[in-house]
């Protein structure tokens, strides 16, 4: 079965400084893979998706994600933070090879970005 | 277009009581999730439906109920609410079950 781990639990950063959600997921076919991004207080939002072509993808809010297929990973990236982007992060990964739809999304635990001034 | 809404918003309720929560989308969507959400578990799926009239089991299923009579709407009932159901309460939708989900706002339930 698929399985996801976000590698950080709470990432602690300061505003304007890089950033990086670490996600590694358990499969050597192909998948697609998601970060969504939760606010304080609110449901989840899609923040980008992977689901084929190029290996960089590009997201709201001016973060990225690069899927690597060799070391099964999907980290999540920013180059200069703000305040506003404290936030529980999810990574989460779908099997296309799944046709049950009640088990083809999983999801990690999340990170949790705090972002100070 | 409201995208995927929730009813209530925040409920307490006494161990014993029942309620329902409500989801209504209004994407045309196929399927439709009820998670929960707790400190440090990250989301768990309960029920989940793939079409109007079916329902089928999640990951954490015990204790809930569902049905989805409409398309538009997912309704998770629990019969006898323990404190062990309190959490925030998460509806979903999407047109392909191998795709983008969008949630609604959450439900918090604060089970005595």
């Known amino acids: 079965a698929q399985s996801v781990t976000q590698l950080d639990s709470q990432v602690p950063v300061f505003e304007e400084a890089p950033v990086e959600l670490r996600c590694n997921y358990s499969?050597?076919?192909?998948?697609?893979l998601f970060w969504y991004v939760q606010y304080p207080n609110q449901g989840l939002q899609l923040l980008l998706k992977?689901?084929?072509?190029?290996?960089l993808v590009k997201g709201i809010n001016g973060f990225e994600a690069e899927f690597n297929k060799s070391q099964t990973s999907f980290h999540l990236r920013k180059p200069s933070v703000h305040i506003s982007d404290t936030a529980e992060y999810f990574c989460?990964?779908?099997?296309?090879?799944?046709?049950?739809?009640?088990?083809?999304?999983?999801f990690g635990k999340g990170t949790t970005l705090s972002v100070s001034s | 277009n409201a995208g995927v809404t929730q009813t209530p918003k925040f409920r307490v309720l006494k161990t014993g009581q029942s309620m329902t929560l409500l989801c209504a989308q209004d994407?045309?969507?196929?399927?439709m999730y009820w998670y929960r959400q707790d400190p440090g578990m990250g989301l768990r799926l309960i029920h989940y439906?793939?079409?109007?009239?079916?329902?089928a089991k999640g990951e954490v299923p015990d204790g809930y109920n569902v049905s989805r009579l409409k398309k538009q709407n997912f309704l998770l009932g629990l019969e006898s609410a323990a404190p062990s159901q309190t959490s925030v309460y998460f509806c979903?939708?999407?047109?392909?079950?191998?795709?983008?989900?969008?949630f609604g706002p959450g439900t918090r339930l604060l089970v005595l």
């Open positions: 499969s050597s076919v192909s998948v697609y």
């Open positions: 994407m045309n969507h196929e399927y």
């Open positions: 992977y689901l084929s072509g190029s290996t």
């Open positions: 979903a939708s999407t047109r392909d079950f191998q795709e983008t989900q969008y």
């Open positions: 989460a990964v779908s099997d296309p090879r799944i046709n049950q739809a009640g088990t083809a999304l999983i």
């Open positions: 439906s793939v079409g109007e009239g079916t329902t």
